[in-house]
C-alpha cells in the first residue's frame, strides 16, 4: 500500500532530517572550559551524568536526538558570548591586573581570547532560528544567522563540499573562524594563527623569567667592613647593582623590587613567587628589627609568632604604606602594599634570629655562612619552589603554583575568575568519616564511623625459622607517599552521600564495607588497618584499599558512601616536580638514578657514604624529604594556635587544598603499593617481614646487607623489591643482630623503629 499524497507531502515539508552538527569534541571541551563551567553543572543542566559529558567531550560517545540538540544549543550559546566578548577591541589587562582575591592579594594570568562571530538575538537574548541553509563560511547547514545570513561559528564550521559552498560574491566580510583546539590548518590561515599565538604570549615562560633577573630571594647581611647591608643572590654570589639600603624595613623592601627579586610563574595560569628576602641576625639588628624575648610590647615573643600590631616597626610600615597579611610580622612575614601600574608589588621576609629556619622541616647546617645559606635556599627554591615557610608549607604552595585554582574569564563587564581545569576552585567540607575529631562535623558520627587511615606500625613474632637467622635488616621505601601520588585520582568536587552504591575503583570517595571475611597471608600485615591486624566488621575504607581488595578477591558491597564525582590526577604535576628535585639533589650527592640498575653494591656504598656530601646539599636534600611528607600532611591540617576552642572551625578549612581523602588516599595507596610488592616478595623468596613502620620493612636474613635479603637462588636480585634511588624503591636501612630483634620483640617495640640505630632509642628520637 503507498502512502497518501497529504502524508508524503507533511514528510518532505519538514525539510531533510540531518543530524544536529557539533564541533569536534576537543573543541565541546574547550568552549566549556573558557566559558567556567564545570563539569557536573553542564551536565545537570543538559539532564545526563557527568560520565556521559565526558565521553561526549572525549569523543568516545556521539550525541543523540533531543540531547544532542540541547548541547548544540548550548554550545552555539556559548560560542556567540565567547565571540561577544571578544567583538570589543579593548585591551587586554596584563597579567598582574588581575587579581582574585584569597587571603591575600594574588595575580594571575589571562586567558588567550578566541575570535568569533556574534550570532543575531532576540531582544530577550535567545538566538534567531531559522530554516536550515548554507553556513557562508564552510557551506554546511546552519539554522542560525549573523547580520541575516546563515553562519556557524568557531569550531562548528565543517569542510565543505564544493556544490554547497556559497559563491564568494555573496559572502559577506567576517571574522576569522576559531581555530579547532589541537586543530591544524594549512596556507597563510596557518601562518596567521602562528603569529596571533606568539602575540598573544605563547612563549609565556619566557617572558615570566625574563622579569626577574635578580634571582628568587637574597639573604641579606652586614658587610665586612660593618658599613651598610650586602646581599647574595641564589647562587651565593653578591648581588651587583644597588646594595641594600635603609632606612628601616622599609627601604629594604622598596630595594627588593627594585632589584628585581622574583620567581616566574610555573602554570599559565599561576601567579609569579613574590621576591623572598632572608635577615641573618646582624642584619635584623642593623635594621632595627628587636630581638626574640618575653616583653610583648617590645620584643618578637615565640609563643605569639609576630611582633604586636603596636610595635613601632609596624606602625613605620603602615606609615609608609606597607601591609602585613593576617599572620603579621612574624619569622615569615608577607609584606605588600597596593598595586602600582597593575603590578604587585609584595615581598616576604625570613627573619632567622626569630627561628625562621629553626624547625619545620629545616635542617640547616650551624654557623653556615651568608653566602653558603643563600646557595643553599637558592638550590631549594630553583628545584622546588621559593621557601614559604616551613617545608609543609612550601609544599603546599608548590600544589597551588602548578594547580592554580582560578584564571580571569572576560565577562562583558570586564574579567572575572573563573576554574582552571583539573584544579580545586573552591573549598569542600569533608564527608564526616573523614574529619579530625576537632572538625565540627566529627559531633555528627557515630564512635566507629571513622575513616581510619595511618602508615603501618606493625610486628609479629618470629617463626622458627626467622629465629635461626643470625640478622634482621631493614629495607626503607624511598618517598613513599611522593611515589603513590603520581597519577593518582583525586577528588575535585565535594562528597556526596549515597546509600548501598556500586563500588567503583575511578570514583574517589570514603566507603563503609565489610572485609572481614577476606582472609590473608597471617605473616604479612593486613592491608586494611594501621596495626595490620584483621578487620572485625564493618568500617569505613577509602577508594584504595577498596579497589586492593577487589583485587585480593572480596566480595565488596558497601552499605554507603561519600563519593566525589569530579576527580582528576590533582597531584601529579607536584609529584613530577618534586620528584625530579629528588633525583637532581640525589645525583648532586654522587648517587645517580641508574647507579643500582649498573651496580648494586656502588649504589649501597654510594648510599653509605651520603651523609659525607655537601651540607648544603644534604639540606636540600631533607627539605625535599619533608615537603612531600609535609605537604600530604596539610591536606588534613589541624588547628594551631592560641584562641581555638574544640568545635570550631579554623583558617585551614576555608583552603581548596584542604580535603583529609586527598592524605588518606595517598596514604593509603602507599600502603597498598607496599603490601603489593611484600607479596611477590613472599611468593618469589619465601621471605616475608617480620616488621614494618610505615615505609620501612625489616626481615630476618642470612646476612647484615640488603642483597642478602634480595638475593635469589641464581645470585641476582629480586626486583619485587627494587634497589634504586627513585621514588619507590628500597635502600638499606639498617641491620641489627636477632638477639637485638628478640629483646626488642619481648619489650613489645616494634623492631623497624630501631632498625637503624638498636638500642630502644629510634632514629627519630
Known amino acids: 500500500m503507498t502512502g497518501t499524497p497529504d502524508a508524503i507531502g507533511a514528510l518532505l515539508g519538514t525539510g531533510p532530517r540531518r543530524p544536529v552538527p557539533l564541533p569536534e569534541p576537543a573543541e565541546r571541551e574547550r568552549l566549556r572550559v573558557q566559558y567556567g563551567l564545570g ?26 536526538g533531543e540531547g544532542r540538540a540541547a548541547y548544540a544549543r548550548l554550545l552555539e550559546g556559548i560560542a556567540a558570548q565567547l565571540g561577544e566578548e571578544n567583538a570589543a577591541p579593548e585591551p587586554e589587562p596584563e597579567p598582574e591586573q588581575v587579581q582574585v582575591q584569597e587571603q591575600e592579594p594574588e595575580a594571575a594570568a589571562v586567558p588567550v581570547p578566541v575570535p568569533g562571530v556574534m550570532l543575531d538575538q532576540h531582544p530577550d537574548g535567545s538566538l534567531v532560528m531559522a530554516g536550515a541553509a548554507p553556513c557562508v563560511q564552510c557551506g554546511q547547514p546552519s539554522v542560525y544567522r549573523a547580520q541575516g545570513r546563515p553562519m556557524h561559528l568557531g569550531g562548528f564550521c565543517r569542510p565543505a563540499a564544493p556544490a554547497a559552498a556559497a559563491p564568494p560574491a555573496a559572502a559577506a566580510p567576517v571574522a576569522p573562524v576559531a581555530e579547532p583546539a589541537g586543530g591544524r590548518r594549512t596556507g597563510g590561515a596557518a601562518r596567521g594563527g602562528k603569529a596571533r599565538r606568539a602575540a598573544e604570549g605563547e612563549d609565556w615562560e619566557q617572558a615570566a623569567a625574563a622579569r626577574f633577573p635578580g634571582g628568587p630571594l637574597a639573604v641579606v647581611d652586614v658587610a665586612a667592613d660593618g658599613r651598610g647591608l650586602v646581599a647574595y643572590g641564589a647562587d651565593g654570589v653578591e648581588l651587583a647593582g644597588e646594595a641594600p639600603v635603609g632606612p628601616g624595613v622599609a627601604g629594604l623592601l622598596e630595594w627588593a623590587l627594585r632589584a628585581r627579586l622574583g620567581s616566574p610563574r610555573l602554570h599559565r595560569y599561576g601567579k609569579d613567587g613574590d621576591p623572598l628576602v632572608v635577615l641573618t641576625d646582624a642584619a635584623a639588628t642593623e635594621l632595627g628589627l628587636p630581638p ?81 645559606l643563600a646557595r643553599l635556599l637558592g638550590t631549594y627554591a630553583t628545584r622546588v619552589h621559593t621557601p614559604r615557610g616551613s617545608t609543609a608549607v612550601s609544599g603546599l604552595e608548590l600544589v597551588t603554583a602548578l594547580r592554580p585554582p582560578t ?12 576554574p582552571v581545569e583539573g584544579s580545586r576552585a573552591r573549598a569542600f567540607d569533608a564527608a564526616p568519616p573523614e574529619v579530625p575529631d576537632e572538625h565540627p562535623l566529627a559531633a555528627e558520627r557515630e564512635d566507629d564511623a571513622v575513616l581510619v587511615t595511618e602508615a603501618w606500625d606493625w610486628h609479629r613474632p618470629l617463626t622458627d625459622r626467622e629465629q635461626a637467622a643470625p640478622f634482621a635488616v631493614g629495607l626503607d621505601v624511598n618517598m613513599a607517599f611522593l611515589a603513590a601520588a603520581g597519577r593518582l585520582n583525586l577528588p575535585l568536587s565535594g562528597p556526596v552521600h549515597e546509600l548501598n552504591p556500586v ?205 642478602d635479603v634480595l638475593r635469589r637462588p641464581d645470585g641476582t636480585l629480586s626486583t619485587a623489591l627494587r634497589l634504586g634511588v627513585s621514588p619507590g624503591h628500597v635502600k638499606f636501612e639498617g641491620s641489627r643482630p636477632l638477639a637485638e630483634i628478640r629483646e626488642l620483640l619481648a619489650d613489645g617495640a616494634n623492631p623497624a623503629r630501631h632498625i637503624k640505630t638498636g638500642g630502644l632509642v629510634s632514629a627519630d628520637e
Open 503 to 707: 563500588f567503583d575503583k575511578k570514583v574517589p570517595g570514603s566507603w563503609r564495607a565489610d572485609l572481614s571475611g577476606l582472609v590473608l597471608d597471617p605473616l604479612l600485615p593486613n592491608p586494611f588497618t594501621p596495626d595490620g591486624s584483621a578487620p572485625t566488621g564493618p568500617a569505613w575504607y577509602s577508594t584504595a584499599k577498596l579497589a586492593y581488595a577487589v583485587e585480593l578477591g572480596a566480595d565488596v558491597r558497601p552499605s554507603e558512601g561519600w563519593l566525589r564525582h569530579e576527580s582528576g590526577p590533582y597531584l601529579d604535576p607536584w609529584h613530577k616536580r618534586l620528584r625530579q628535585a629528588y633525583v637532581d639533589t640525589m645525583a648532586a650527592l654522587g648517587v645517580p638514578l641508574d647507579l643500582a640498575d649498573r651496580d648494586p653494591a656502588a649504589f649501597l656504598a654510594a648510599m653509605a657514604a651520603l651523609g659525607e656530601g655537601d651540607p648544603a646539599e644534604l639540606a636540600v636534600l631533607g627539605a625535599i624529604k619533608q615537603t612531600a611528607k609535609g605537604t600530604i600532611g596539610k591536606f588534613r591540617e589541624r588547628p594551631r594556635g592560641f584562641g581555638y576552642r574544640p568545635g570550631q572551625r579554623w583558617a585551614a578549612l576555608d583552603r581548596p587544598t584542604w580535603d583529609p581523602l586527598v592524605r588518606a588516599l595517598v596514604i593509603d595507596t602507599a600502603t597498598v603499593n607496599l603490601h603489593r610488592k611484600l607479596v611477590r616478595l613472599h611468593a618469589e623468596l619465601g621471605t616475608p617481614p617480620l616488621a614494618v613502620l610505615s615505609d620501612c620493612a625489616v626481615f630476618a636474613a642470612p646476612g647484615p646487607s640488603a642483597p
Open 292 to 372: 626574640a624575648g618575653r616583653d610583648e610590647k617590645t620584643q618578637y615573643v615565640a609563643r605569639i609568632g609576630r611582633l604586636a600590631d603596636t610595635h613601632k616597626q609596624v606602625k613605620s610600615l603602615a606609615k609608609d604604606g606597607w601591609q602585613l597579611t593576617r599572620r603579621g610580622f612574624g619569622p615569615w612575614a608577607r609584606i605588600y602594599r597596593e598595586p602600582e601600574a597593575g603590578r604587585r608589588q609584595c615581598v616576604q621576609l625570613c627573619v632567622l634570629p626569630w627561628g625562621a629556619l629553626d624547625g619545620g622541616g629545616w635542617k640547616v647546617p650551624e654557623g653556615l655562612a651568608a653566602p653558603e
Open 39 to 64: 563539569k557536573t553543572e553542564t551536565a545537570q543542566a543538559l539532564g545526563i551524568s557527568t560520565s556521559t559529558l565526558t565521553a561526549w567531550e572525549q569523543g568516545r560517545r556521539d550525541p543523540q
Open 407 to 418: 584564571r580571569p574569564v572576560r565577562t562583558g563587564s570586564g574579567w572575572a575568575s573563573g
